[in-house]
């Protein structure tokens, strides 16, 4: 099964993992809530490697 995780870039350009094996339903939808939140940070979706 195919996992994924939800990475963050803030201001300075560091990225983070913020969330991980997830499936990739979950994936967006948290991503999606944190883009809700309006914050300036950036959220995506990333397949993990297996």
């Known amino acids: 099964m195919e996992t994924f995780r939800v ?3 803030d201001d300075n350009g560091n990225r983070y993992r913020v969330a991980g094996g997830l499936t990739r339903a979950a994936a967006e939808a948290l991503a999606a809530e ?3 939140r309006g914050h300036k940070q950036l ?3 990333e ?3 297996a």
């Open 7 to 9: 990475m963050r870039q």
């Open 34 to 36: 944190y883009e809700a």
């Open 43 to 45: 959220y995506w979706v």
């Open 47 to 49: 397949r993990e490697s």
